[in-house]
């Protein structure tokens, strides 16, 4: 069983930057980024696969959002850059069982989930 902790969120003026953290109690394989914004479905936001080469965004954060992961420390970033009040919503990170996993943009792929953490971004 693995934890996930999520940090990082907060309040944040539109165009503005915020880095999320995904700590793990332990070693992680692929790792998702998926936020739930109010009265909206779950939606993907990003990935990253187990060695940290392979990466996939949503169309909506492209070119401002970049994942990235340090397997010594067992964390998962997601800094958020020229953010839009359309990005508000609680963010989640969840990561897949097993090894050597590419990552995916579909939740049921992923078998450990964190609590959450809030974004809000200002107009």
């Known amino acids: 069983q693995v934890q996930l902790v999520e940090s990082g969120g907060g309040l944040v003026q539109a165009g503005g930057s915020l880095r999320l953290s995904c700590a793990a109690s332990?070693?992680?394989?692929?790792v998702g980024w998926f936020r739930r914004a109010p009265g909206k479905e779950r939606e993907f936001v990003a990935t990253i696969n187990w060695s940290g080469v392979g990466t996939s965004y949503a169309d909506s954060v492209k070119g401002r959002f970049t994942i990235s992961r340090d397997n010594a420390n067992n964390t998962v970033y997601l800094q958020m850059n020229s953010l839009k009040p359309e990005d508000t919503a609680v963010y989640y990170c969840?990561?897949?069982?097993?090894?050597?996993?590419?990552?995916?943009?579909?939740?049921?792929?992923?078998?450990?989930w964190g609590q959450g953490t809030q974004v809000t971004v200002s107009s």
């Open positions: 969840a990561a897949e069982r097993g090894y050597y996993g590419s990552g995916s943009s579909a939740a049921s792929a992923y078998d450990y």
């Open positions: 332990g070693r992680t394989n692929a």
